[in-house]
C-alpha cells in the first residue's frame, strides 16, 4: 500500500536535488584546498627583486586595414604576421617594413580568427561564415584565394583556431559551445569536445612536444583543459565572473593565464588545481580581450578594451608597464617566436610592434 501511494520526484525536482549536490561537492572541494593553501604567491613573490622594466617602445605601425582588427598570429619566421579584420579580409604583413604582402578577401565579414601553421606555408581564418578556411601560400602561380579549401564547418560562428604542432590538423573553437579537432587534408572532423554551456572564445595549446593537451575558455565563465585523446575536460576552473576571452599556457605548461570581461587576469596553477593570482586594479574597470606570456614566463601581457595594453608582474602581481598609443580597444596581443617584440592588434584598425 505504502508503495502504490508514494511520490514520484518530478524530473525539475530531480535535477534541483542533483545541482544541490553538485554545489555541496563544490563547496567541499574548495574547503580541502584551502587547507592546503598555506601561503599565497604574491607573499612569495614580494621577496623577490621588483622588475625594473625599461618602457616599451612602438616601433613599427602596421596601417593599411580597412577595419577593425580581429585577431592575428606571428609567422614560424619572426618577421611575417597574419591579420583578420571586419571588413571580411585576411592580411599577410612584413612586420619589418610594415608594409601589406598579400590580401585575401573572405566570404563574409567579421573574420573572428586566424592562425599561422607551423610550416608558415598555410593560413587560416574563419569567423561568421561558421568555416574554418586554409589559404596555402606557396607554390603555383595561382592567388592564395584560387587554391583555398574549407576544412571545418561549425553550426555558430568560428571564434579561434590553432594548428596543434602539425600543418596536417587544425583545432577549432565556436559559438556552438564547442571545440573540434579537423583533418586539414580531407576536412574530417577527427574529435569534437563539448562540456562548454555557451559559446567557446579562446585556445591555447600546452606547450609540450606531445601537443595532445589544449585549454579552452568561455562565455559560460568556465575554463577547461581537455585531453585530446579522449575528447574529454580533465580539469575544469570557474572563478571568473564574466565571459572568458583568452587563455594561455605558461612557457613550462605547469599553469595558464585567463583575461575576462570581469576585468582580472587570473593565474591557474594545474598541479594545484587552483587560482594563485589574479592581476587587477581598481582603476582598471574595462574587460580583458587578450593575455600574453614573455618568454621566460615572468611577465604576463593583457590587452584591455579601454585602449591599452600592459605588461605585469606573474609573481608580485605588480603592474610593472602600461603601452598606449591605440585609438580603440586592444583585442589581441601576441609575442613575437624570438621573444624580442610584442604585437597589439586593435579596433582602431592598426597593428603595433612594441619592443
Not at 595532445?212 to 568561455?218: E, H, I, M, R
Request: aromatic letters at 6%; charged letters at 25%; a negative charge.
Amino acid at each position: 500500500m505504502a508503495a502504490d501511494t508514494a511520490v514520484t520526484a518530478s524530473p525539475e525536482e530531480t535535477l534541483e536535488s542533483l545541482l544541490r549536490e553538485a554545489e555541496a561537492l563544490k563547496q567541499k572541494l574548495e574547503e580541502e584546498r584551502q587547507k592546503l593553501n598555506d601561503v599565497t604567491l604574491k607573499t612569495v613573490g614580494e621577496k623577490l627583486e621588483s622588475l625594473q622594466l625599461p618602457a616599451l617602445k612602438m616601433r613599427r605601425m602596421l596601417k593599411g586595414a580597412n577595419s577593425k582588427v580581429l585577431c592575428t598570429d606571428w609567422s614560424p619566421d619572426k618577421r611575417h604576421i597574419v591579420s583578420s579584420s571586419q571588413d571580411g579580409k585576411v592580411l599577410v604583413w612584413d612586420a619589418f617594413t610594415a608594409t601589406k604582402e598579400l590580401t585575401i578577401a573572405m566570404p563574409s565579414t567579421w573574420v573572428m580568427a586566424c592562425a599561422y601553421a607551423p610550416s608558415g606555408s598555410l593560413v587560416a581564418a574563419g569567423g561568421l561564415d561558421n568555416k574554418v578556411t586554409v589559404f596555402p601560400l606557396a607554390g603555383g602561380d595561382e592567388e592564395p584565394a584560387a587554391r583555398k579549401r574549407t576544412v571545418a564547418t561549425h553550426t555558430s560562428y568560428m571564434s579561434c583556431c590553432l594548428f596543434p604542432n602539425t600543418d596536417r590538423q587544425i583545432l577549432t573553437g565556436s559559438g556552438d559551445g564547442t571545440c573540434a579537432l579537423w583533418d586539414v587534408e580531407s576536412g574530417q572532423l577527427l574529435q569534437s569536445f563539448q562540456a562548454h554551456a555557451a559559446d567557446v572564445m579562446a585556445l591555447d595549446l600546452a606547450p609540450s612536444d606531445m601537443g595532445d593537451t589544449f585549454v579552452s575558455g568561455g562565455c559560460d565563465r568556465a575554463v577547461l583543459v581537455w585531453d585530446m585523446r579522449t575528447g574529454q575536460a580533465v580539469q575544469a576552473f570557474d572563478s571568473h565572473d564574466s565571459d572568458v576571452n583568452s587563455v594561455r599556457y605558461h612557457p613550462s605548461g605547469d599553469s595558464l593565464v585567463t583575461g575576462s570581461d570581469d576585468s582580472v587576469c587570473r593565474l591557474f596553477d594545474l598541479r594545484a588545481d587552483r587560482e594563485v593570482a589574479r592581476y587587477s586594479r581598481e582603476s582598471i574597470i574595462f574587460g580583458v580581450n587578450s593575455v600574453e606570456w614573455s618568454l621566460s614566463g615572468r611577465l604576463v601581457f593583457a590587452g584591455y578594451s579601454d585602449y591599452t595594453a600592459c605588461a605585469w608582474d606573474a609573481l608580485r602581481a605588480a603592474r610593472v608597464c602600461v603601452m598606449c598609443g591605440h585609438e580603440h580597444r586592444v583585442t589581441r596581443v601576441q609575442l613575437s617566436p624570438d621573444g624580442t617584440a610584442l604585437s597589439t592588434a586593435s579596433w582602431d584598425a592598426t597593428i603595433r610592434i612594441w619592443a
